[in-house]
Nanobody, 126 residues
Framework: QVRLVESGGGLVQAGDSLRLSCAAS????????MGWFRQAPGKEREFVAA????????YYADSVKGRFTISRDNAKNTVPLQMNSLKPEDTAVYYC???????????????????WGQGTQVTVSS
């Protein structure tokens, strides 16, 4: 069992930066690949970024590549998401998720993830 709690959301202007964090409970954190997803009003939840169990591999949606950076600290059980050059289209609720059986081919698939946090709101004004 893994419990995930997101933090760091807020209201910013276009071009600003935000750093989200996901805090995970449980001693098996290192067994899970971790992902960030987002959901805007009226839209489906979409993949943003993911990081492998060791932190050695990262994956990004094309829409955030070069602007967002995902990492993990297995000693602290945290998964930060650094978001730079934010755009109004980045406005959404951001969710952290944990995936026990992930592969490189499944990292972006929300249906593969086993545990989800409650989400944190990010609003980017123009």
């Amino acid at each position: 069992q893994v419990r995930l709690v997101e933090s760091g959301g807020g209201l910013v202007q276009a071009g600003d930066s935000l750093r989200l964090s996901c805090a995970a409970s449980g001693r098996t954190f290192g067994n899970y690949a971790m992902g960030w997803f987002r959901q805007a009003p009226g839209k489906e939840r979409e993949f943003v970024a993911a990081v492998s169990r060791s932190g050695g591999s990262t994956y990004y949606a094309d829409s955030v590549k070069g602007r967002f950076t995902i990492s993990r600290d297995n000693a602290k059980n945290t998964v930060p998401l650094q978001m730079n050059s934010l755009k109004p289209e980045d406005t959404a609720v951001y969710y952290c998720a944990a995936d026990l059986l992930s592969t490189a081919q499944t990292m972006a698939l929300k249906g593969e993830y086993d545990y989800w946090g409650q989400g944190t709101q990010v609003t980017v004004s123009s």
